[in-house]
């Protein structure tokens, strides 16, 4: 059974930090690209980074580069997403998602990774930025 399981959620006043964690099991880890995405209310969901567990290779969108980055532990099959300088605008419901990407390389996605259909979908963390 494939499972991804996100934590790290939390309330937290503009300008702190969270680490938001991303679990996975039941598929082979290196095969594919875990992302991140967040939807705040009545707002679109978006992607904000994924990183391709074959050769590391990592993607943001704009409105979190330099704050947020993302991570991958092989050996735990785990995720992590550290946020930096948190804004109120950052206060949405975070999921994690995995894409299988096996046969290409981690240089596929740019540009294009949040346009696909990813296989599947942990629970949402809700993160909280207060001003």
């Known amino acids: 059974e494939v499972q991804l399981q996100a934590s790290g959620g939390g309330l937290v006043q503009a300008g702190g930090s969270l680490r938001l964690s991303c679990a996975a099991s039941g598929f082979t880890f290196g095969d594919y690209a875990i992302g991140w995405f967040r939807q705040a209310p009545g707002k679109e969901r978006e992607g904000v980074s994924c990183i391709s567990n074959s050769d590391d290779l990592t993607y943001y969108t704009d409105s979190v580069k330099g704050r947020f980055t993302i991570s991958s532990d092989n050996a735990k099959n785990t995720v992590y997403l550290q946020m930096n300088s948190l804004k109120p605008e950052d206060t949405a419901v975070y999921y994690c998602?995995?894409?299988?990407?096996?046969?290409?390389?981690?240089?596929?996605?740019?540009?294009?990774?949040?346009?696909?259909?990813?296989?599947?979908w942990g629970q949402g963390t809700q993160v909280t930025v207060s001003s």
């Open positions: 998602a995995a894409l299988n990407i096996w046969g290409y390389s981690g240089s596929y996605l740019q540009g294009r990774w949040t346009d696909y259909t990813w296989n599947y």
